[in-house]
């Protein structure tokens, strides 16, 4: 085969798995059950049930090294509400609705956003986790009273899944593996 020929067979392959690269978390983005959401994309920016963030979750993350990059160049150094997309989801042992934040709009990039895991606290809202990824999976399985986190990052050629569980104060990560699109 010609150097040519090579070239376009790589483009083209490139391409097909680009574009196909989603389909490996095609199922995250459809575990939407009737109630509480567990799996979040970067895709998909619909939530259920979707809330509007609470003015201390918009302020904390402003306040992050990543909120103020983002401001700079806005005049009030406000996040508005339309680049956040904001679920309830039951996470820990006390039945308080603990949040889900998907950075959308201007947060979000090619295939790519950022996630926010708050917790209620004595009537405030503390950061459990903040991770950018492709998808956010809740789990059934249980850490520290909380439940089991994934976060699905790809490449165009490869997948990674993170895994995070609760330490009884925040989610750290617990291990990942990058693997190859096949």
Do not use: C
Not at 10 to 20: K, N
Not at 59 to 73: C, P, T, Y
Not at 96 to 102: A, F, I, N, P, Q
Not at 145 to 155: F, H, N
């Amino acid at each position: 085969m010609n150097t040519g020929k090579r070239q376009q067979t790589r483009a083209g392959l490139t391409l097909l798995v680009v574009l196909t690269a989603p389909v490996v978390f095609s199922v995250a983005q459809t575990t939407k059950g009737a109630g509480q959401q567990t799996s979040f994309s970067a895709e998909d920016e619909t939530v259920t049930p979707p809330i509007k963030a609470p003015k201390q979750v918009k302020d904390m993350i402003a306040e992050s090294e990543f909120g103020k990059l983002l401001l700079q160049d806005t005049p009030d150094h406000v996040i508005p509400d339309r680049w956040l997309s904001v679920s309830e989801a039951d996470l820990g042992p006390s039945g308080e609705k603990d949040l889900v934040v998907l950075g959308v709009g201007q947060i979000r990039g090619a295939n790519v956003t950022s996630f926010w895991v708050f917790a209620p606290s004595a009537g405030e809202f503390r950061l459990l986790l903040y991770a950018v990824g492709h998808d956010l999976e809740i789990k059934k399985a249980r850490s520290g009273g909380y439940r089991d986190i994934d976060v699905l990052k790809a490449t165009a050629t490869r997948y990674s899944r993170v895994q995070y569980r609760f330490d009884g104060r925040v989610y750290r990560s617990h291990g990942s593996a990058w693997q190859p699109i096949r």
